[in-house]
C-alpha cells in the first residue's frame, strides 16, 4: 500500500515559467514532509521540508505548500531553470514511527530552454 | 566532509549468488538507511540503525535479505540468494538525529541480476 504517491511520472515546463509538483498521502498521522532532488548516477538531496503546524514553507525559488485536509502537498519552483531538470520525490515522516521517511515514485522534471 | 560512501557503485551477477552491498555513513551520524529504489514502487526502506543496533527492518523484503552495522563506520546489506526480481539501486543514507533531520544519501549501488 503506497502511503505516498506522485501521481506524474513526469513533467515538461519551459525555461522560466513555473513547475508545480504534486504529492498526494494516505497516512493522517504524517506531521512532516520533505522534497528530495535526485540526479542521474546521483543520490538524493535534501530541497526543503514543512512541518504540519504549517501551510507554507519558502527557500528562493521553491515553495512547498501542505493542504492537511486534503492530504497534499506540492512544490513549487518560480522561475525553473534548466538545471533543476531532475527526478523529485516527496516524503513523509511521523514522529511515532520513529522518523522513518516514507517516499513517493517520484516524478521527472524536464526544464527546456 | 566525504558524504556517504557506497561500494560498489554497480554489481552484476547471476541469479543465486550471494551479493554485499556496503556503505560508510557521515562520521559523527547515529542514525543509518538503507533504501531501494525500483520504477514501480519509488524508493523503499528496507532498514534502518540506530547506534549500530537495528530498528526497524519491516521493510526487508525476505529472509534472503540481511543487514548488518558492526561498527558506527560500517554498514552491510547482504542478499543470498539473488534473483533477477532483486535488480534494482540501492541507497544507503546516514543523518545525526530521526524525525524531521535530513537523510544524506549515497550515491547508491546499481545491482543488475541476470
Known amino acids: 500500500d503506497q502511503q505516498v504517491k506522485q501521481n506524474s511520472p513526469s513533467l515538461s515546463v519551459q525555461e522560466g515559467r513555473i513547475s508545480i509538483l504534486n504529492c498526494d498521502y494516505t497516512?493522517?498521522?504524517?506531521?512532516?514532509f520533505l522534497w528530495y532532488k535526485k540526479y542521474p548516477a546521483e543520490g538524493p538531496t535534501f530541497l526543503i521540508s514543512?512541518?504540519?503546524?504549517?501551510d507554507k514553507n519558502e527557500d528562493g525559488r521553491f515553495t512547498v505548500f501542505l493542504n492537511k485536509s486534503a492530504k497534499h502537498l506540492s512544490l513549487h519552483i518560480v522561475p525553473s531553470q534548466p538545471g533543476d531538470s531532475a527526478v523529485y520525490f516527496c516524503a513523509a515522516a511521523t514522529y511515532n514511527q520513529g522518523g522513518k521517511l516514507i517516499f513517493g515514485q517520484g516524478t521527472e522534471l524536464s526544464v527546456k530552454p | 566532509d566525504a558524504g556517504v560512501i557506497q561500494s560498489p557503485r554497480h554489481e552484476v551477477t547471476e541469479m543465486g549468488q550471494e551479493v554485499t552491498l556496503r556503505c560508510k555513513p557521515i562520521?559523527?551520524?547515529?542514525?543509518l538507511f538503507w533504501y531501494r529504489q525500483t520504477m514501480m514502487r519509488g524508493l523503499e526502506l528496507l532498514i534502518y540503525f540506530n547506534n549500530n543496533v537495528p530498528i526497524d527492518d519491516s521493510g526487508m523484503p525476505e529472509d534472503r535479505f540481511s543487514a548488518k552495522m558492526p561498527n558506527a563506520s560500517f554498514s552491510t546489506l547482504k542478499i543470498q540468494p539473488s534473483e533477477p526480481r532483486d535488480s534494482a539501486v540501492y541507497f544507503c543514507a546516514s543523518s545525526s538525529r530521526t524525525y524531521n533531520s535530513p537523510l544524506h544519501f549515497g550515491n547508491g549501488t546499481r545491482l543488475t541480476v541476470t
Open positions: 497516512n493522517s498521522m504524517f506531521d512532516y
Open positions: 562520521s559523527g551520524h547515529d542514525y
Open positions: 514543512i512541518s504540519s503546524i504549517k
